[in-house]
RNA sequence: GCCGGCGUAGCUCAGCGGUCUAGAGCGAUGGAUUCAUAACCCAUAGGUCGGUGGUUCAAUUCCACCCGCCGGUACCA
């Protein structure tokens, strides 16, 4: 995505809705591999931007807050914050995590809905929608039941959207015998009064952008295949209008006289609160109009990463919309990835079917999720985590062969080289060959990583650990150490460079490891700007004393979780 | 229903514009070794590449149909 062109790139990851906990499926899909390219380019000398933040609009969080008894915000003020401490316990570090229920989003996305209103690229339609006599509001599709009204169906137990039993979509206002669910889920009684009603709506005419979207996507050949896959089966399917408000009054009020009681709706205003977050931004950093040059300015790079069911709205309407307004480029790469799921089944939040970032955090440090996950990321294909698999990942693979070989590595430098980096007068041509396969791993995981194949990368790092574990093997420092030191230094000071170059190349992936490490080193933690261009470890450097860098889990501590997954599998 | 994906060694998966005797990791077996988190290193293990038919000199890789899972279907975000 030619990013290696690019000085200044500006990287959002999908907002996650402020209504729920994040879990390891969230983070599998947009923000850690969002945060490790951001990590990367940074590491590659780029400007880098990583802006994000909570998606607090919408009616879900409106139910959730009946539910409790809580007001809206309350409920937005919760999870925002312990979204946010997830992500940073996690090492997952924005730039600007900012969030959406504020004047400022409101007045950005009114500006946006504005503008795309006076260059009539909204239409005012009206339409029937159900509406509830007792929740006094219209209510979305999916928050009513009833008996499916095909004929040859007529199944009970139909959602407004779609027929659980037939599958066939649903026209909500036809369902027999409809029920409110919020009113069931508040054991209010359910039945009886639901109503069709007539309402206004605004529509955002992006079937206009069809043939613009299609020389969008055309321009994009690079991206992920099931990305385009999906995006050209939309647009070969034919565009319609899309809805882009809503009845409700928790969310950005229609900027209209005619508005009165409506806000827009949250798939129209989340993305503009990219643009939001990114002016909050540079005005923090005391430069409010450096947004523009990310925003507007295609020498800049713009890169949305997302899980794969925000597709449409980033590679589809975003775009559209940006065309509609007429200031913005448009995006130079949607990454998406496919879903994870847990132990074989879908993760679902609903029935607590799900390893959650706080619980897994209070347990275990980052690295290892990071790691697993990116190990198993579902770039091109669903994946599935398994606690048995984690374990397995980590202690044979970050432990036994990464871990394992910088320990081997560090202690006997300290054994035998007086804790000193080992003095070396020329390497041997193994030690050659190994120097030269340290340079061929730093330019492929760099190509791979620019590409955005960060399971690749990992591998290809993993192999250049395993070749230094070879080469150690290979050259028995611990014999020649006993009758030729100046030989064992010659072994050791190659090996010690394979040691820190990982050093730098784990860093995207497991960064406070890496920091650990390069202390170990005695180098400094900061290796951004530097590639591994050049080696900092000379001969006669002192190190420092390390530690284990990746403990093993055994058993009693990875048992309970899978317990605990299927305990909640036999209640559901 | 329609659109899309998946089904490859015991397990998890690579292989997605037909060229090698179909690969990797884990697991298993044998060997070597002791610097290291009983780690590492070497060797081996022969899986009808979901089924059937077709195109082709040649198909896991192309096409058709079938079987089994899964996702989307635009007011869930």
Redesign the pocket.
């Known amino acids: 995505m030619d990013l290696k062109n690019k000085q200044r790139i500006l990287i959002t990851a999908a907002l996650p809705?402020a209504n729920g906990r994040l879990h390891i499926g969230h983070v599998a899909g947009a923000y850690l591999p969002a945060d490790q390219a951001v990590r990367y380019l940074r590491l590659r000398g780029k400007e880098v931007h990583f802006i994000c933040g909570s998606?607090e609009n919408?009616?879900?969080i409106t139910f959730s807050a009946l539910k409790e008894n809580v007001a809206p915000q309350d409920i937005v003020d919760r999870y925002h914050k312990a979204i946010f401490d997830a992500f940073a316990g996690l090492n997952v570090e924005f730039s600007v995590y900012g969030r959406t229920h504020t004047r400022r989003h409101d007045a950005v996305a009114q500006d946006f809905f504005l503008r795309l209103y006076e260059r009539g690229h909204i239409v005012k339609k009206t339409?029937e929608?159900v509406y509830c006599t007792v929740c006094e509001r219209f209510l979305?599709?999916?928050y009513i039941e009833g008996t499916c009204h095909y004929p040859d169906c007529k199944s009970p137990g139909a959602r407004?959207?779609?027929c659980e039993k037939c599958?066939?979509?649903i026209d909500a206002t036809k369902l027999v015998d409809p029920e409110c669910m919020v009113c069931k889920t508040l054991g209010r009684e359910s039945h009886g009064h639901i109503e069709v009603r007539q309402t206004d709506?605004w529509y955002f005419r992006l079937d206009s952008f069809s043939s613009a979207l299609r020389e969008y996507l055309d321009a994009h050949p690079e991206w992920r295949?099931s990305v385009k896959?999906f995006s050209y089966?939309?647009l070969d399917?034919?565009?319609?209008e899309?809805?882009i408000t809503?009845d409700m009054e928790w969310g950005v009020p229609v900027p209209l006289p005619e508005g009165e009681g409506k806000v827009l709706y949250?798939?129209f205003d989340?993305p503009i609160g990219y643009i939001t977050f990114s002016r909050e931004y540079f005005e923090s950093m005391e430069h409010p109009d450096e947004w523009k040059d990310f925003w507007q300015d295609p020498d800049a790079g713009l890169v949305h990463f997302i899980g794969k069911?925000?597709t449409?709205f980033h590679a589809v309407i975003f775009p559209g919309m940006l065309m509609a307004h007429g200031d913005y480029r448009l995006p130079d790469a949607v990454v998406a990835n496919e879903?994870l799921n847990l132990e074989g089944d879908?993760i679902s939040t609903s029935r607590d079917y799900a390893v959650w970032v706080d619980e897994y955090l209070s347990e275990f440090p980052a690295d290892p999720l990071r790691y697993y996950l990116t190990s198993?990321a579902p770039e091109?294909?669903?994946?599935?985590f398994s606690w048995k698999?984690f374990q397995?990942h980590n202690n044979?693979?970050l432990?036994?062969?990464l871990?394992?070989f910088?320990?081997?590595n560090l202690?006997?430098c300290h054994?035998y080289f007086e804790g000193k980096m080992p003095e070396i007068d020329h390497p041997t041509p193994a030690g050659e060959a190994v120097l030269k396969e340290i340079e061929a791993a730093r330019v492929e995981i760099g190509e791979l990583l620019e590409e955005f194949h960060f399971k690749a990368a990992l591998e290809r790092l993993m192999r250049l650990s395993?070749k230094g574990?070879?080469y150690?093997?290979?050259e028995e420092?611990?014999?020649s150490r006993k009758t030729d030191m100046a030989a064992c230094a010659r072994t050791m000071h190659v090996g010690m460079k394979i040691v820190e170059a990982l050093s730098v190349f784990m860093n995207p992936f497991m960064p406070s490891s890496s920091a650990k490490l390069r202390g170990f080193l005695n180098l400094p933690a900061a290796v951004s700007g530097d590639w591994y261009a050049e080696s900092k470890l000379q001969g006669g450097h002192a190190l420092n004393e390390p530690e284990?860098?990746?403990?093993?889990y055994d058993d009693s501590v990875i048992q309970p979780h899978i317990d605990r997954l299927a305990g909640k599998l036999n209640k559901g």
Do not use: C, M
């Not at 091109?380 to 599935?384: I, L, V």
């Not at 284990?548 to 093993?552: A, D, E, S, T």
């Open positions: 809705y998606d919408g009616a879900p339409g929608q979305p599709d999916r407004g959207d779609q599958g066939r979509p709506h295949e896959r089966g939309l399917q034919g565009l319609k899309r809805g809503r949250v798939w989340a069911d925000n449409v879903f879908k198993i091109s294909a669903d994946a599935d698999q397995q044979g693979e432990a036994d062969n871990g394992n910088i320990q081997r202690t006997f054994k395993q574990n070879q150690f093997a290979e420092p611990w014999k284990v860098l990746f403990p093993k």
